[in-house]
């Protein structure tokens, strides 16, 4: 059984940095399936960014590009998100979930973390 | 980005009736298109993926129809634990979700 185990809940204040981890376990894939899902409070789920083995890169969406890292460490089974110049608007569970390399779909999904920003 | 849009929003419904929700993208998706159930608190659960493929252990209640840009979700007869929030995702180009149908108790 595929298991993704996520970091602990973080608070940040504005303007600094939050990394995020996700260790993978169960099943033969590393981290380099990794996609990164967030929720703000009582909104829905927002796409961030996704390692894609077949690239072998990473991929992020527009809103977040230049401010989010996303990268794997095989070594450990473990993928990371930083999230820089953290915001009020930033406060969200962040979810690691991993894509299925044909489909593209979300087959397995981390706990959650919640980042809280403030002052 | 392709963008999705999911309608309705919300929607009342009692248990047994039959409950459709529908995902829009603007542009071709071929069938690139999948479905998730999420519960409060908890993390999203796939419940449908390549459009109209049931996942392992969902109900046969749930299916999921269409292809290119326009596609359905549908329950057949809504049980007491379906009532959660409903999102559709594609994956044509890297991944976007809907913006969530919540399914509440009439």
């Known amino acids: 059984q595929v298991h993704l185990v996520q970091s602990g809940a973080e608070v940040r204040k504005p303007g600094s940095s939050v990394k995020v981890s996700c260790k993978v376990s169960g099943g033969t894939f590393s981290g380099r399936a990794i996609s990164w899902v967030r929720q703000a409070p009582g909104q829905g789920l927002e796409w961030m960014g996704g390692s894609f083995p077949v690239v072998d890169t990473a991929i992020y969406a527009q809103k977040f590009q230049g401010r989010v890292t996303i990268i794997a460490d095989d070594s450990t089974s473990t993928g990371y998100m930083e999230l820089r110049s953290l915001r009020s608007d930033d406060t969200a569970v962040y979810y690691c979930?991993?894509?299925?390399?044909?489909?593209?779909?979300?087959?397995?999904w981390g706990q959650g973390t919640l980042v809280t920003v403030s002052s | 980005d392709i963008q999705m849009t999911q309608s309705p929003s919300s929607l009342s419904a009692s248990v047994g009736d039959r409950v459709t929700i529908t995902c829009r993208a603007s542009q071709n998706i071929i069938t690139s298109l999948h479905w998730y159930q999420q519960k409060p608190g908890k993390a999203p659960n796939l419940l449908i993926y390549?459009?109209?493929t049931l996942q392992t252990g969902v109900p046969s209640r749930f299916s999921g129809s269409g292809s290119g840009t326009d596609f359905t979700l549908t329950i057949s007869s809504l049980q007491p634990e379906d009532f959660a929030t409903y999102y559709c995702?594609?994956?044509?180009?890297?991944?976007?979700f809907g913006g969530g149908t919540k399914v509440e108790i009439k």
């Open positions: 390549a459009a109209s």
């Open positions: 995702q594609q994956s044509y180009t890297a991944g976007t």
């Open positions: 979930a991993r894509r299925h390399g044909g489909d593209g779909y979300f087959d397995y």
